[in-house]
């Protein structure tokens, strides 16, 4: 069965782009426009991967990490956060909450493949 | 908005170093293929382009992109080396350059990337990929690394796989893995979400560190140490001598950390104001020791003598911190001497001497403009073509030869070639047809060449794309005499031209003999002096109509100083005789007292009394008069003109 694979981002444009790289991959994708919807999904299925942007309305990256490592189902779960290489210590923070691994933007659709294919196998 | 321009200031400023470095590799690599500088190419490129896109070069960074593919492939081993392919990429590396000075994506940076120079050099980058056979595959040697890894505690927690890192890591060759588990606890306080193990791996493989390095891209909290074990490279793997080893491996890294890491960018502007500041100090300080030998206060002697020791110390200290290599320049003429002797098909061999010779940054930039011109001409005119050297006996390759070295207080910087020498004929003729000499004029052949920097001078029959527009080798005078230097011309026909550069260490303070003449003081450049002696009026007074000095064996010009700065006489019977070294003579300045060493800051003459002869500079003494400074150079060679003119006289 095809993994899953959990990307928020209050980005439309951002997550078509993951959802577009990884199905062609062979990836299942699923979406979230925010944290704490992101946390919902989390909950209700078993996600091999999260890609979270940081910078987003009603609960942010940073907190959506927090939350999903204190939840069961996210304990253990690849987080990678969408960070820039001029926000150092926002990745540090993100790092600190429990992210997994990082991808600077801008990233490309390899950059994109090979983070996933590091962390979720 | 974050504003984002000082780190697009530094990409631009870090990738003009890298394209600096990029055309050096480029050239050694054209001379000797070898995979670690091909992998210096690649990584340039990469940084390049990676850099762009963040910084609003995407424009710039797609054009490099097409690049750093050719050289991947090179990396691979599947695409050769081709001096079609070092050429293109040479030229490409050019525009990159342009593409930093339009300053971002842009209409400007648009019409360069579609204009047809850049369109034509990605067609060239084609036929060079499909031209290139493959070359001997660059096999880099295989390794053996020793890796300790121990993954933080909330690792497991964080959704990292330890177990999978290992893995990856094995799969970049051959590897023997040792799980370290003394670390896991009794069962009872087992927390099966805590990471405990630790992990070593001797791992042998043709994979660079950065490799193995990004394989633990995420893990920058775990505890982790790669390290290359030297002398086994073919060897099996032995993970159990780890621990026999650190010594070594702790000692090797530093060395290059030396070179790059413990360096500091910091402006010109920046050092300029230090050394502005010093020269203000050097002055105070120059007055507090007039003041204290009016006082005679043994207290405040020590101390202004200890003031002195410091601020010479500050000097020397600031000054050698603008002091750069010349090398960074030759290294440049590397670039000019490929591309023009392919051009005008000639086959040059450029050699450089005295590279780490140091020189002021401020001289250095300025230099570098002067230095190519004469280069350009040596090349253009000098050196001949490959049958024609090997019609006259030479051998077909012509040699280039580029040198520097430091004499006294002077940096001479020459450039020497074998080719056919300067036409004395030539030279006479066209200047009698531009006005500089009669045909009447008796010239010396060594008058004759320095007539080449005379303004608006060309012998070339046709003028060149290259050289031969005439204004070249004035304007090298021009530079090098606003930086207190002189220029000579050696040339032998059918042997080969040496123009030699004399020019001052440094531009701002220097040390000075201080020297009374009539009522005013002046100062000599310690560096040119050699020796102070006593000068007898009566035998060498101006009746006698002496001008030269018996100095033990040799014999010497002289110059009443009195006489050159038009001071009125004094009265004094002991005067005495600096003797000087310029500009490789000797002579003998006459001056009515010495009065000590002192710290010269150079202040430059202002635009009213920049034409006056035979003066370098001023500065300002510490009882607040002005002193000027001697040009010694200038000096010498009025004394040696005088007595040439004697000796024909006669």
């Known amino acids: ?82 960070t820039t290489e001029t926000k150092a210590e926002l990745k540090a923070e993100g790092k600190a909450a429990g992210a997994t691994g990082w991808l600077n933007k801008p990233f490309d659709a390899d950059m994109l493949l090979a983070v996933t294919k590091k962390l979720a196998g | 908005m974050v504003d984002l321009s000082p780190a697009v200031t530094a990409y631009v400023q870090e990738s003009r170093d890298i394209l600096e470095g990029l055309e050096e590799a480029l050239l050694d690599l054209e001379k000797r293929p070898d995979p670690e500088t091909v992998d210096a190419v690649f990584r340039s490129l990469h940084t390049l382009k990676g850099g762009g896109a963040m910084f609003g070069f995407r424009l710039m960074a797609g054009f490099i992109h097409h690049f750093e593919d050719a050289f991947d492939r090179v990396r691979s081993g599947d695409l050769a080396i081709s001096p079609k392919l070092i050429n293109v990429v040479l030229k490409a590396r050019d525009q990159m350059m342009a593409m930093l000075d339009c300053g971002g994506d842009g209409p400007e940076t648009a019409a360069l990337v579609t204009s047809a120079p850049l369109v034509a050099l990605l067609t060239e980058l084609d036929a060079a990929l499909d031209n290139g056979v493959p070359l001997t595959p660059l096999v880099a040697p295989t390794r053996l690394w020793h890796i300790s890894f121990r993954p933080a505690a909330t690792a497991l927690q964080n959704g990292m796989r330890p177990d999978r890192l290992i893995e990856e ?101 920046k050092l300029d104001e230090i050394l502005d500041q010093l020269g203000e100090l050097v002055i105070a300080q120059a007055r507090l020791r007039q003041i204290s030998n009016s006082i005679d206060e043994p207290a405040l002697e020590g101390l202004v003598e200890e003031v002195e020791r410091l601020v010479t110390g500050l000097r020397d200290a600031t000054l050698s911190v603008r002091m750069l290599p010349i090398e960074m320049v030759f290294g440049k003429f590397r670039r000019v001497v490929r591309d023009l002797s392919a ?113 608006g001078f060309s012998t070339a029959a046709t003028v060149s794309s290259v050289s031969g527009r005439g204004v070249g080798m004035d304007a090298v005078l021009t530079t090098v005499s606003a930086l207190r230097g002189s220029v000579d011309v050696k040339s032998y026909p059918g042997q080969g031209t040496r123009v030699t550069l004399r020019l001052p260490l440094t531009l701002a303070i220097i040390d000075g003999l201080l020297v009374r003449v009539g009522a005013a003081s002046y100062v000599i450049p ?125």
């Not at chain 2, 052949?445 to 007539?451: G, I, M």
């Not at chain 2, 002289?558 to 000087?580: C, N, T």
């Open chain 1, 1 to 82: 069965m095809a993994k899953t694979i959990l990307t928020i981002d209050d980005s439309k444009a951002i997550r078509d782009m993951v959802g577009l790289t990884l199905r062609g991959a062979g990836y299942r994708v699923i979406e979230a426009a925010n944290g704490a919807e992101g946390i919902t999904q989390l909950q209700a299925e078993t996600v091999a991967l999260v890609i979270v942007d940081l910078n987003m309305p009603v609960m942010n990256g940073i907190d959506f990490i927090r939350n999903a490592r204190r939840d069961p189902k996210g304990i253990g779960v690849p987080i990678v956060m969408l």
């Open chain 2, 169 to 269: 890591l094995v799969a970049l060759g051959q590897a023997v893995v040792t799980i370290n588990a003394e670390d896991v606890p009794p069962l009872d306080s087992f927390d099966p979400s805590v990471s405990y193990l630790a992990w070593q791996v001797a791992l042998t493989t043709a994979q660079p560190r950065s490799a193995l390095e990004a394989v633990f891209i995420f893990a920058d909290d775990a505890d982790l140490d790669i390290h290359e074990v030297e002398g086994e490279a073919s060897g099996s793997p032995q993970p159990d001598q780890r621990e026999d080893k650190p010594t070594e491996t702790v000692a090797a890294p530093p060395q290059k950390h030396d070179t790059a890491g413990d360096s500091v960018r910091v402006s010109s502007a």
């Open chain 2, 526 to 650: 310690l560096a040119s002096v050699e020796e102070c002696v006593e000068f007898d009026s009566i035998e060498h007074g101006r009746e006698s109509g002496r001008t030269m000095l018996q100095i033990r064996e040799h014999l010497v010009p002289f110059i009443d100083l009195i006489d050159a700065f038009d001071d009125l006489p004094g009265h004094e019977q002991r005067r005495r005789v600096v003797i000087v070294k310029a500009e490789g003579v000797r002579v003998g300045l006459v001056v009515d007292d010495i009065l000590g060493q002192n710290q010269t800051v150079i202040k430059s003459l202002g635009p009213y009394h920049g034409g006056l002869e035979g003066f370098a500079g001023a500065t300002i003494l510490g009882n607040g008069s002005v002193a000027l400074i001697a040009d010694v150079g200038l000096l010498a060679r009025r004394a040696w003109a005088a007595q040439e003119h004697l000796r024909n006289a006669a």
């Open chain 2, 343 to 455: 051009e005008l098909g000639k086959e040059i061999e450029l050699e450089t001497q005295g590279g780490d010779t140091e020189i002021d940054k401020n001289v250095l930039d300025r230099l570098s403009e002067p230095l190519v011109h004469m280069i350009r001409n040596s090349i253009d005119h000098g050196i001949e073509l490959p049958q024609e050297r090997s019609a006259s006996g030479k051998p077909a390759k012509g040699r280039l030869r580029l040198s520097a070295r430091q004499e006294a207080g002077e940096i001479l910087i020459s450039i020497e070639d074998d080719g056919k020498g300067l036409d004395a004929e030539a030279i006479r003729k066209k200047a009698v047809d531009r006005g500089l000499i009669s045909t009447e004029d008796e010239i010396s052949t060594a008058e004759l060449h320095k007539l080449i920097f005379a303004p």
